[in-house]
């Protein structure tokens, strides 16, 4: 075995291939031929999407978890340890396991170069391959059609949402980027999206491929009924008074109804009771997704990092109850839309904590106070070393009638989580 611990192994993927993104499947699916990975016996579910997709895989992972079924997941990225991308049962797996699975793919690839994100997803694959899963339900990483998962034929394939972030990669308009997430569908076989608005591009891509298209308010619909329950319709059933789903705001009903929609597309291999469905909606459990730990000063946590995800935010801090102050611990990528977001959010900071987050591709201090200076004159804004800092610095002028939010980064909601843990 090349390394015996798990850090070891993460820092050395690293620095395996040149770029540290490149979408293509020819690579990733010599190495899982060699593993002989690419027919598992288990049921796939593909989740992609601009925002919402972890919520859904969480969703289904939950419910199907609630069925009594062996669930496998692959998220990212992580927030405090690497094992959160991968579990089984529910439970992240255990660094062992994580090793003997990089070393297998280490052997496989030969002279073959690998980026992280695909070192990760062959282990996952290898993984689930090894545990006997009844379904394993993979999240795309970045777009769709190219992405490392979508080297295995998906049984169901999801689309949360579609917004305008990664324009580099995807192009930079919803078309382009609904066409790129259409990718992850496959003929005669059901294909959701839970996008209110589902580019043209997507709608044909999916008739073109003779794809069973379920659309949300067109062949599926919720209703929220209170704060406590919402129903849902659909072709195949209607349920009236399900509980909320355990992430807060609203948008979670919608995630939960294209995760609902989903699973009944494939009841026939994989039934589940309105009793599962209840239990798993109950019980979903997701870091950062607009994440409240109280205390003297409630704390926000949200990985929020584009325009789409920062309307959701200020959305859902607008129904809260009001506070005095509400203070932004706040850093982001410097290939986000940053103008977008501090206009989406602005009227709801009193003042923002700022600093540089620890990648190669953070927004400086610097250009980021040009940017509040900008969009919001006047503002009140401190810049800090770090987050840690900047969050410390907000606790110290919090008081039990404000709120401290963090957000802009899973980055930036991973540094303070870890304060918090």
């Known amino acids: 075995m090349r390394f015996e611990h798990l850090q070891d192994w993460l820092a050395w993927q690293q ?3 040149s770029q540290k993104i490149e979408l293509g499947l020819d690579r990733i699916a010599d190495v899982a031929n060699a593993l002989g990975i690419l027919q598992p016996k288990y049921q796939i579910v593909t989740v992609a999407g601009t925002n919402g997709k972890g919520s859904v895989v969480a969703a289904l992972e939950s419910i199907y978890h609630q069925a009594g079924y062996r669930v496998g997941s692959y998220t990212s990225p992580h927030l405090l340890r690497y094992n959160e991308r991968i579990k089984v049962e529910q439970q992240c797996v255990d660094d062992e396991t994580l090793c003997g699975a990089f070393n297998l793919v280490d ?17 996952a694959m290898q993984i689930f391959n090894d545990v006997e899963l009844d379904v394993a339900i993979y999240e795309v990483g970045l777009g769709g059609r190219l992405d490392a998962v979508n080297i295995l034929d998906t049984d ?6 579609i917004g305008i972030d990664h324009v580099q990669w995807l192009g930079a308009t919803r078309e382009s980027i609904g066409l790129e997430k259409a990718g992850i569908f496959r003929s005669k076989r059901p294909a959701i999206c839970g996008d209110k608005e589902p580019p043209k591009n997507l709608i ?9 298209l379920y659309l949300i308010n067109n062949d599926f619909s919720y209703q929220r009924n209170s704060n406590k329950t919402w129903s849902f319709q659909s072709s195949k059933l209607n349920w009236e ?7 807060y705001g609203g948008t979670q009903v919608s995630n939960a109804a294209t995760a609902l929609m989903g699973l009944l597309t494939i009841d026939d291999k994989l039934p589940v009771t309105r009793e599962s469905v209840e239990q798993g909606l109950s019980t979903i459990n997701l870091l950062g997704r607009f994440q409240r730990i109280a205390g003297p000063c409630e704390i926000i946590l ?3 990092h584009n325009l789409d995800s920062a309307k959701v ?20 990528l410097a290939d986000k839309d940053i103008d977008g977001i501090i206009d989406a959010v602005k009227g709801n900071i009193d003042k923002w904590f700022i600093s540089r987050l620890d990648s190669d591709r953070a927004l400086d201090c610097e250009t980021l106070q040009n940017k509040l200076k900008q969009h919001c004159p006047g503002c009140i804004m401190q810049p800090y070393p770090s987050i840690s800092e900047a969050y410390m610095a907000a606790e110290q002028h919090a008081d039990g009638s ?13 540094e303070v989580l870890g304060l918090e843990v």
């Not at 404000?402 to 991973?414: E, K, M, N, P, Q």
Request: no cysteine; net charge negative.
């Open 241 to 247: 008074n399900l509980p909320m789903p355990s992430l």
């Open 204 to 212: 044909k891509y999916a008739q073109d491929l003779e794809a069973d």
């Open 107 to 123: 052997k496989a690839r030969g002279e073959i170069s690998l980026s992280y994100f695909e070192f990760g997803t062959l282990a």
């Open 302 to 304: 949200d990985v929020a």
């Open 15 to 17: 620095t395996l291939h």
């Open 313 to 332: 935010l200020v959305k859902n801090l607008q129904d809260l109850e009001p506070v005095s102050k509400t203070y932004a611990v706040f850093a982001v």
């Open 402 to 414: 404000s709120r401290i939010l963090v957000f802009g980064s899973f980055l930036t909601v991973a």
């Open 156 to 161: 169901l394939a999801i689309v949360s949402s």
